[in-house]
C-alpha cells in the first residue's frame, strides 16, 4: 500500500512521502497475534496496510471490543500523545501487515508537516466523539445464543424468534436476533416484519466498521429487541460471506447484551460459524424418528468439533406424552440428554405464527408459554415472570386414557 494512499498521508508532497518512506518499519503479524496489550508503555504507533486490527479493553473482567480497524487506519497514537501506558490492547483479527513508526519519529512526522499533526487531531477527535455515544450503548460484550435443528420443521426458528422476544421482555437487555438461514429464512414472516433491508444489503451498501454504520439494517421489532432480516431472493444469499457474518458479530456484540441467531438445518459453513462463535447452542428436536437420526448424526459432528458439553442445550418441542418413544428412551437413542421439554402446543404455536406475534406474547397463559419461559430463565440466567399456566389438552387427553 503506498504512504499517499493512507488518509492522514494523502496530502504530502512527494519529497515528503520519500522522508517518512525511509523511517517506517513494515511488519507482518499473524492471526490471533497482539500487537500491545492493555497497560503497556506506547513506544509506537502503527498503521493498517492489510488485514484487520481489533482493539478492545478490559472493564470489569470482561474483554469488551471497541473497534475493528481496517486497511489505511492508524492506531496507538494517544499513548505517545500523551506519554501514558496503552489505554487498550491491539491484536491481529487476520493476517495483517503493518506500519510500524517508533515514538521518535513519530514525533518527527508530527513536525515535518503541519497538516499531518491537524488530520491525527482531527482522527482522534472522531474517535471520542463516536466512543462517547457509544458508552452508553456497548456497556458489554454480548453472548450469543444460536439455534439449530438436525431436521426442518422441528421449529427452530418459532423457538429463536419466541427466545429472543422473551428476552427483550426484560428492558434492561438489548437483545438481536439475526436470521441466517439466508436462502429459506422466515422470521419476517413469524415476526410480521415489512422492514425492506436485510443482511445482504449490508454487504452491500455499506463498510462494516461500527455500529453506526450497521444500525440502519436492523428491523425495529420492539423497544429492546431488533431483527436483522435474511435476503429477500435466495440468490442474495451467495453475497453475504461467512467472512462477512463473523465481521458483523464482532461488531455487534458491543451493543447487544444477546444475540440469538437462527441458523439452517445443515451444516453450512455460515451455521459452523454460528455454532462455533457461540456462547450456548440450542438444538431443538421433536419425537420425530427421522429427526432423531438426524440428532444422533449432528451430535456426532458437534463432539468431533470438540465443543463443551455445557455449551449444548437439547430441547424436545412438541412433547404430548404420547409419543410412541418416551423422553428417556429418545435420549438413549440420541446418546444426549434432553435439558427441557416443550408441551404439545402445535394450534397455539401455529396460530401465532399465522399472525405474525411471538406465542409468548399471544398466548401467555398457554402451557407452552410457561414451558418455555422457564427455559429462557435457566439458558440465559433470567428473572422473567412465569405465569400458572392453563390446562394443557395432551395432559387432559392422557389423564383421560389413564384414568385418572
Known amino acids: 500500500m503506498d504512504l499517499k494512499q493512507i488518509p492522514i498521508f494523502s496530502s504530502l508532497n512527494d519529497s515528503h512521502v520519500e522522508k517518512i518512506k525511509e523511517i517506517v518499519e ?30 478492545s479493553k478490559i472493564e470489569d ?24 501506558p496503552r489505554s487498550a490492547s491491539a491484536s491481529c483479527a487476520d493476517d495483517c501487515k503493518l506500519y510500524k513508526i517508533t515514538q521518535k519519529n513519530f514525533g518527527y512526522i508530527m513536525l515535518l508537516n503541519p497538516a ?17 455515544v457509544a458508552a452508553t450503548v456497548a456497556e458489554k460484550e454480548g453472548k450469543i445464543i444460536s439455534f439449530f ?49 436485510t443482511i445482504a444489503d449490508i454487504v ?29 431472493k435466495p440468490e442474495e444469499a451467495e453475497l453475504v460471506k461467512v467472512k462477512v457474518v463473523k465481521e458483523i458479530l464482532e461488531v455487534l456484540k458491543g451493543y447487544f447484551d444477546y444475540i440469538i441467531i437462527d441458523t439452517p438445518s445443515s451444516f453450512t459453513d455460515h451455521t459452523l460459524m454460528s455454532l462455533d462463535v457461540a456462547y450456548r447452542i440450542v438444538v431443538v428436536i421433536n419425537s420425530d ?20 458439553e455445557n455449551k449444548i442445550i437439547t430441547v424436545l418441542n412438541r412433547d404430548d406424552n404420547l409419543s410412541s418413544m418416551p423422553p428417556e428412551e ?38 407452552v408459554t410457561s414451558k418455555f419461559l422457564e427455559m429462557i430463565n435457566k439458558i440465559a440466567n433470567q428473572s422473567l415472570q412465569v405465569p400458572k399456566a392453563e390446562t394443557n389438552f395432551f395432559d387432559s387427553l392422557k389423564n383421560l386414557v389413564m384414568g385418572k
Open 289 to 308: 424418528i427421522l429427526c432423531l437420526r438426524n440428532t444422533r448424526k449432528c451430535f456426532e459432528v458437534m463432539k468431533s468439533l470438540e465443543y463443551p
Open 26 to 55: 513494515e511488519i507482518s503479524m499473524p492471526k490471533g497475534a497482539s500487537i500491545f496489550k492493555q497497560g503497556d508503555f506506547g513506544d509506537a504507533f502503527y498503521i493498517v496496510i492489510s488485514g484487520k486490527v481489533k482493539i
Open 204 to 232: 452491500k451498501e455499506v463498510e462494516i466498521k461500527n455500529y453506526e454504520n450497521i444500525s440502519q439494517f436492523l428491523a425495529p421489532t420492539g423497544d429492546n429487541l431488533k431483527l436483522m432480516l435474511a435476503p429477500k
Open 116 to 132: 499531518i499533526s491537524l488530520k491525527i487531531m482531527r482522527f482522534m477527535s472522531d474517535r471520542v466523539r463516536k466512543s462517547s
Open 330 to 367: 429418545i435420549e438413549k437413542f440420541i446418546k444426549t440428554k434432553v435439558s427441557h421439554t416443550i408441551p404439545n402446543e402445535y394450534i397455539t404455536m401455529r396460530k401465532s405464527t399465522d399472525m405474525g406475534v411471538p406465542f409468548l406474547k399471544n398466548a401467555p397463559a398457554s402451557p
Open 149 to 197: 435443528a438436525p431436521k426442518g420443521g422441528a421449529g427452530c426458528s418459532t423457538f429463536s424468534a419466541n427466545f429472543a422476544y422473551g428476552l427483550s421482555m426484560n428492558k434492561d437487555l438489548r437483545v438481536l436476533l439475526v436470521d441466517l438461514d439466508l436462502e429459506f429464512g422466515s422470521l419476517d414472516m413469524i415476526l410480521d416484519s415489512k422492514y425492506d433491508k
Open 61 to 84: 473482567g470482561e474483554d469488551k471490543t471497541l473497534a475493528v480497524l481496517k486497511e489505511g487506519e492508524f492506531f496507538g497514537e494517544m499513548a505517545l500523545l500523551e506519554e501514558a
